[in-house]
């Protein structure tokens, strides 16, 4: 088997670093906080709804169920569905 060695691409751009930067811990730290946005409904009418900008919940149970669907997909390794995942953050190009 041949082993490429990850970049700084697929590690992220903090991969190296000995410390996390300042902002993404005071952004990690604010996990779980809810704000309130504006959204359209079906039926076109704004509604507020509250909103956690830093979770992405349900992820991994869609991932499992497109997985089996798929037919190319021999085998694949899934999280725990109570892992937390973060979208992309603002600064992470």
């Not at 005071?26 to 959204?39: C, M, P, Y």
């Not at 997985?67 to 992470?92: G, I, W, Y």
Request: aromatic fraction near 4%; charge should be positive.
């Amino acid at each position: 088997m041949y082993l490429i060695p990850l970049q700084k691409s697929e590690l992220g751009p903090h991969a190296n670093e000995k410390q996390m930067p300042s902002w993404l811990v005071k952004l990690l730290q604010t996990d779980g906080q809810t704000t309130t946005v504006n959204r359209l409904d079906a039926d076109g009418k704004l509604r507020k709804v509250r909103v956690c900008l830093n979770r992405a919940a349900g992820i991994i149970p869609v991932l499992q169920q497109l997985l089996h669907q798929d037919k190319t997909t021999d085998c694949a390794f899934l999280c725990d569905p109570a892992v937390r995942h973060v979208s992309k953050l603002k600064k992470e190009g």
